[in-house]
Every structure is written in C-alpha cells, then in structure tokens.
C-alpha cells in the first residue's frame, strides 16, 4: 500500500497542480477585481435592514426572504427546506443592586431561561468563582441569587457555566443566577448565549451580567458585605415557529448528485447586528459561488451553499437538515463551516481520513497568492458536527479570532468589527477550496 499511496499522491500533486491558474483567477476576482469588497457591501446591506434575527422572530423570517430573493436574483438556484424552530422572547429585564448602595445592573437573559413575576425577585446575593467553590458553600445558597464570577479560560472550558449555572445553582436551592459574561474583554457589555436546564430540576431566572459587575459584587462580598439584588425578567418560551434552512447552488455538470456544501447560520441574538456571528461567515458562502458563477465555472459537483437557521440555539436547523439528507450520506464530499468570524484567514482546518488529509494539502497549497497554505487539524462547526460524525470530510474557517468573544452574543456584534479586506480573503479562500474539491477527479477519500 505503501507504493500505491506515493504513485496516489504524487497523482494527486499533479493534479491539483493543475487547478493554480483557476484558482489565482477566483483570488484576482475577490481581492482585486470587480467582485472587491462585494461580500462586505452584502453583510451591511443586509444585516443595516434586516438587524438582529433571533430564531422564532419576524426579523429572521424577513432575513430569510431576503437571502432567497438576493441569492436568487445573483442566478443561483435557490430553495428553502421547512425546519421546526425554538421561539424564546427575552421581554423587559432589569437588574439593580439595591445594598450596600443603588446601581443599576446591565443585564441580558440568557436564550430559554423562565422569567420572574412581574414584582421580580429581590434576594441576597452569594458570589462565587466556581461550581466547587458553590458545591462547598451551598448551604450559604438557599434563597440567593447565586452570582458566578468566573474567571476566562477559554470559551470551550468557561461557557459551562453560562450553559449549566442556572440548574447547578437551583440545585443547592439559589432563587436565580446571574453569571459573569463569557468573554476575554469588557467595556460593561454583557454577552447572551444559550443554556440549558436539566431535566428534573428547578428552573430558576438566568440572565449574564458584565464582567466589571461580577468582579465589583465579589470584592464587595470578600470585604464581608451584604448585597442584595432585585432583577425582573419577562421572558417566555412560546410554541416551536416554522423557519427554513436556505439553499443556494451551481450543479455540477458531471456528478451532480455529489456535493460541496459551504455554510454559515442566518439567526443570530436578538442583541447587536449578528454581524460577525453570523453574517460574515453566511456572506462569504454566497460570495464564494457568486465569484465561481462570475468566472463562467462549473465543477463537476455540485456546490451547495446552505445558511443554516437556529444554530443558536444548539444547531436546530443543521440537525435537521442532516436528518432529512443522511439517507445520501455517501454523496456529500465536503462539509465546510464558516461560524468564528471573517477576520484576516490564518488557515484551513479539516477532519477526514489521512487520505483525504493528502489531497486537501495539495489544495491549500493554490492559496499561496493569499499566504493561507496552512492546513491545521480539527474542522469544527455546531452545523456540520453531524456529518463530521457521521465520516464525511468537514473543513471550516481559521481567522485571527482573538476578538471574536469581545463581540459575540452582545451589543457589539455590529458591521464595526468588520473589515471589507479581510473578508475579500476569506471569499477567496472559501471559494478555491470548494471549487477545486468539487472538480477534482475523484470525491476525497473516506
């Protein structure tokens, strides 16, 4: 085998190879030509009329009939798949620390948390850094609204207490939670997201409050202070709204049952712009076949370009779009996700077998015009987690991320943080591999 993998990739080599004068032309266009700075002038023109689109609301059902008509309008076939969807509303909130003296909290519920009764809940407050720093107090928790000031780690480690703090706290019988945003940096901005209650438990109000506020109530309380707090909530789970998944694509001329799909989420919080998280990434999987279709190419597959919706809410449209399409599991040859912002690319990131690995190595190599031949392990993506399970090659976007999680979920995920440059790259960089992958001889090796 060992003899057939060199002849394999040095095949290979030779034919990818053979794609850098393409794939230099799809750069050119993105970078340089006319299509410069044209994913950009979408997302603002999009999310500047359509704003936030939190799943069940009017506003995402307007953001998908836009997409369908823009999509359409740009020559794409274009169809939407009917998804079943949460419809959490956030309502009025308010919090404000009424002891040791008056100060008005900035706050923001957290996705499916219960609301208070109209006259809220007013209660002595007990902070704490950590779930084990709540396990060995929790006699102090009864009756309080339990306060977590946990330090940042990282995204992945620190948001199990945004996801879980609400059921962990009502356990050791808090009366609600209020949990210090999920973010590196802060100028008094809280930051929503999704949690999730245990099955069993108590549902008790959660909402995240600002990292300076955690950190005022925890000195506060080290000095031996009583605190206490009154925070008023509104929210409400309604019934399951109907919403779609919108598909867009140029079919292949030879295969084109087999497909590339590239994907961003439509949906965003009902906070800020949903520029970053997600417009970016759900523009530049359109941009990536407007440069393909500007150039008159046609892959041999198809390219399919998918804008997820409820991914907040723990990837419900994705989940489904897999449940109804895994019957052709074998025909899809590359899931690609773009969900971590379109900062300046640093790199590719892919899960598949060592074979595919090999091919995917050569592709990159196209993207030396842009400096982004990097190819890193672990494609990641709540949208494509399911096909990546299930062994179908999955890819998605690495870009210089570092503030991603000043922005995301709050008030400041607005067309600000984006830059019109780094997304022509991102475009770009989307665009080659979905083209070359999906025109190559052969689908990539499971």
Known sequence: SCIYDKKYSSDIAVEVAGYADVAKQIIDLAVFGVAQNRSYRRLADFTDTIGNRVSGSHNLEMAIKYMYNAMTQDGLDVHLEPVKIPHWVRGKESAEMLVPRVKSLAILGLGSSVGTSPEGIKAEVLVVRSFEELKQRSSEAVGKIVVFNQPFVSYGETVAYRAFGASVAAKVGAVATLIRSITPFSINSPHTGWQDYEEGVKRIPTACITVEDAELMWRMAQRGQKIVVRLT??????????????????????HPEQVVLLSGHLDSWDVGQGAMDDGGGAMISWEALSLIKDLGLRPRRTMRTVLWTAEEQGGVGAQQYYNLHKVNLSNFDLVMESDLGTFTPMALQFTGSDAARQVMEEVVKLLAPINTTKLETHGEGTDISPWMQAGVPGASLHVADSRYFWFHHSEGDTMTVQDPQDMNLCSALWAVVAYVVADLQDMLPR
């Open 233 to 254: 909530m509104e929210a409400k789970t309604l019934p399951d709204a109907d919403s779609f998944n919108t598909v867009a694509e140029i079919r292949g001329w030879q």
